[in-house]
């Protein structure tokens, strides 16, 4: 409850969710001691694949027993999800004391929600000067509030495609102006580029960086992959050949982002062990991305069949979300929720071939778009359904034996259905 009602403070402190600007977050670090000068980082950009890329450093550092933070958003189901110091989760109290300490020396000046975030978070990691952490960018880069570090060990670029468009004037929602926003203001360090969805969109990133003097590895050029059988596959670099076991998370495109990190590690020489890698890449944890749901009370309504529910939410993510049930020889029963600043025709055009389709509410979300209107942007598919709750969505799911159920569209939606599981 005390976390609630700081939470809720920290949210009127300005009129605008988001208001794309340094200063404010930089006075208010200044008035901190400027905690962000203080920590060991690496920098997370990108449009998806942040979060994987991170969960699988983390588990590969854990196993050579190096100690983490992590600072990520949105969170799916608690605010403490963002704040991980000594490889674990904050807890309320602790999260609190820090909220509170941050908010008065603020002083009630303007800030918006998610920049006094980022100030607790460098505020707590300087604590920790021997950590290694692990920041993920939040909307562009360029004018994000965690684009204030002087320096750092490296910046990984995940896979950039176009989304929230709404932030950008017309005339510039392309992907070459979004590179620009996510790679224009990369410390000079180390750059590791994962695997883009497109060539033209790596020229764009070899464009933008082209005069920043760091190290820099691209996917395909300096590391990559192969998949092989057997529950293996082959990640290849400068430093040597790995041979593998399959990571214990879903996708294909996982191995893409697991690459990316074992390339930004051995790049760094952190003295990482080739067993730490191994082990690491088995033991990886993450939520609401192409997670099954074993037991719960949702999957108790599904008795036997399988549940997956994944947040991705632009056509990226749906891409590669779609890649993957491509290898599944079943029924595929999808259910969607999405908020209203995406691309709702885009987002389902890449699901294909599959049996039902249920558009529901996002519960507590202004600014989701209702599941009766996103019904109405899908009325060209035949076999497409609205329905109030997620219960009643997933009672009237026509399911068969050995059918699959995906809930999908938002990390909001994953989050909430997580919170009912």
């Known amino acids: 409850m005390k976390l609630q009602k700081i939470l809720s403070r920290f949210l009127k402190l300005h009129p605008k969710e988001i208001d794309l600007s340094l200063d404010r977050i930089k006075i208010l670090c200044e008035k901190l001691g400027n905690p962000q000068d203080k920590i060991k980082a690496i920098s997370v950009v990108g449009t998806n694949g942040k979060q994987s890329t991170i969960?699988?450093?983390?588990?590969?550092?854990?196993?050579?027993?190096?100690?983490c933070n992590i600072f990520s958003s949105p969170h799916i189901q608690k605010i403490n999800e963002r704040?991980?110091?000594?490889?674990?989760?904050?807890?309320?109290?602790k999260?609190?004391?820090?909220?509170?300490?941050?908010?008065?020396?603020?002083?009630?000046q303007q800030i918006t929600f998610f920049e006094i975030l980022s100030a607790c978070y460098f505020y707590k990691a300087a604590q920790y000067t021997n950590n290694i952490n692990l920041i993920e960018a939040g909307l562009f880069h360029r004018f994000d509030a965690t684009n204030?570090?002087?320096?750092?060990?490296?910046?990984i670029v995940?896979?950039?495609?176009?989304?929230?468009?709404?932030?950008?004037?017309?005339?510039?929602?392309?992907?070459?102006?979004?590179?620009?926003?996510k790679t224009s203001s990369l410390l000079n360090s180390n750059i590791i580029v994962s695997k883009q969805n497109s060539i033209n969109t790596t020229k764009y990133i070899k464009k933008t960086i082209l005069k920043n003097s760091s190290k820099k590895l691209f996917f395909n050029e300096d590391f990559s992959f192969s998949s092989?059988?057997?529950?293996?596959?082959?990640?290849?670099?400068?430093?040597?050949?790995?041979?593998?076991?399959?990571p214990n998370i879903l996708g294909h495109f996982q191995l893409e982002n697991i690459s990316t990190a074992i390339a930004t590690l051995r790049l760094l020489d952190f003295n990482i062990k080739d067993d730490d890698i191994k082990n690491g890449i088995t033991k990886i944890e993450s939520i609401g991305r192409l997670q099954e749901i074993k037991s719960g009370k949702l999957k108790e309504l599904l008795k036997n069949n399988r549940l997956i529910i994944d947040g991705s939410h632009n056509?990226?993510?749906?891409?590669v979300l779609n890649e993957y049930l491509q290898t599944l020889d079943c029924n595929k029963h999808v259910i969607i929720g999405m908020m209203a600043n995406k691309d709702h025709e885009k987002y389902i055009s890449y699901f294909k071939d599959i049996s039902s389709l249920t558009t529901i509410d996002?519960?507590?979300?202004?600014?989701?778009?209702?599941?009766?209107?996103?019904?109405?942007?899908?009325?060209?598919?035949?076999?497409?359904?609205?329905?109030?709750?997620?219960?009643?969505?997933?009672?009237?799911?026509?399911?068969?034996?050995?059918?699959?159920?995906i809930i999908t569209g938002s990390l909001y939606l994953a989050g909430e259905m997580l919170n009912l599981n």
């Open 228 to 246: 092989g059988e057997n529950d293996f596959f082959y990640y290849e670099d400068k430093f040597g050949g790995l041979k593998l076991p399959m």
């Open 315 to 319: 056509e990226d993510g749906a891409r």
């Open 158 to 181: 995940c896979s950039i495609s176009k989304d929230h468009l709404d932030w950008l004037p017309k005339n510039q929602q392309t992907i070459e102006k979004i590179v620009f926003e």
């Open 148 to 155: 204030i570090l002087k320096s750092n060990l490296a910046s």
């Open 362 to 405: 996002i519960p507590g979300q202004p600014n989701s778009i209702s599941g009766k209107d996103l019904k109405e942007k899908f009325k060209n598919i035949s076999n497409v359904q609205y329905k109030e709750s997620i219960e009643q969505a997933i009672e009237s799911v026509p399911i068969k034996e050995n059918d699959l159920l």
């Open 83 to 93: 704040f991980i110091f000594d490889n674990r989760e904050l807890e309320d109290e």
């Open 95 to 108: 999260l609190a004391n820090i909220f509170e300490e941050v908010e008065k020396i603020n002083d009630n």
């Open 55 to 67: 969960n699988a450093i983390f588990s590969i550092l854990k196993e050579a027993n190096i100690k």
